[in-house]
T-cell receptor, first 116, second 109 residues
Framework: GAGVSQSPRYKVAKRGQDVALRCDPI?????LFWYQQALGQGPEFLTY????????KSGLPSDRFFAERPEGSVSTLKIQRTQQEDSAVYLC??????????????FGPGTRLTVL | DAKTTQPPSMDCAEGRAANLPCNHS???????VYWYRQIHSQGPQYIIH???NNETNEMASLIITEDRKSSTLILPHATLRDTAVYYC??????????FGAGTTVTVRA
């Protein structure tokens, strides 16, 4: 079946521009996660949604980062006034159940953001 | 979450078993051991997880020591497509995954 999809796969932005990254999770999955992966490092947690509720945004690096999942399915990660340090791969993952679960997380291919 | 220690890299020969060690000496009783891998330019892929007992699935086997302070992921017959970064993660019954640097495994023909 269809996995997690993300778009665009690649995004180049000039410093100061706003960007929006989209995640389509597996249909019916309750949980959705965003991770940031800098070059040569492992992914780092950004934020977590259970359905439409954002239950944890402790990993968002600054108030320029904003995520939403208004109908409990598709999610958008928005970065305002991008900076060079925002350059990374942004990964989305979904899992079938809620947060108190050992569910597998299924990852999308990521969006590679380059800020010039 | 408990921290994990993995070797930064390892090579293995195609067709041979690959044994990937992970140390998690501070693991607590409710924390699971998970393994994910990430092939170049792809998102992480789940491999296997366990709590106390050894586990096996179609991809790999997971051997957890009796004291649970370390584990080994075994890829029984490595292929070139198994070249990837392998992450060992210890995780309580919560949602976050905390990836470390992982082990870069290179399978050579």
């Amino acid at each position: 079946g269809a996995g997690v999809s993300q778009s665009p796969r690649y995004k180049v932005a000039k410093r100061g521009q706003d960007v929006a990254l989209r995640c389509d999770p597996i249909s019916g999955h309750v949980s959705l996660f965003w991770y940031q992966q800098a070059l040569g490092q492992g992914p780092e947690f950004l934020t977590y949604f259970q359905n439409e509720a954002q239950l944890d945004k402790s990993g968002l690096p600054s108030d320029r980062f904003f995520a939403e999942r208004p109908e409990g399915s598709v999610s958008t990660l928005k970065i305002q006034r991008t900076q060079q340090e925002d350059s990374a791969v942004y990964l989305c993952a979904s899992s079938p159940q809620g947060r108190r679960s050992t569910d597998t997380q299924y990852f999308g291919p990521g969006t590679r953001l380059t800020v010039l | 979450d408990a921290k994990t220690t993995q070797p930064p890299s390892m090579d293995c020969a195609e067709g041979r078993a690959a044994n990937l060690p992970c140390n998690h000496s501070t693991i607590s009783g409710n924390e699971y051991v998970y393994w994910y891998r990430q092939i170049h330019s792809q998102g992480p892929q789940y491999i296997i997880h366990g709590l106390k007992n050894n586990e096996t699935n179609e991809m790999a086997s997971l051997i957890i020591t009796e004291d649970r302070k370390s584990s080994t992921l075994i890829l029984p017959h490595a292929t070139l497509r198994d070249t990837a970064v392998y992450y060992c993660i210890v995780r309580p019954l919560l949602y976050k995954l905390s990836f470390g640097a992982g082990t870069t495994v290179t399978v050579r023909a």
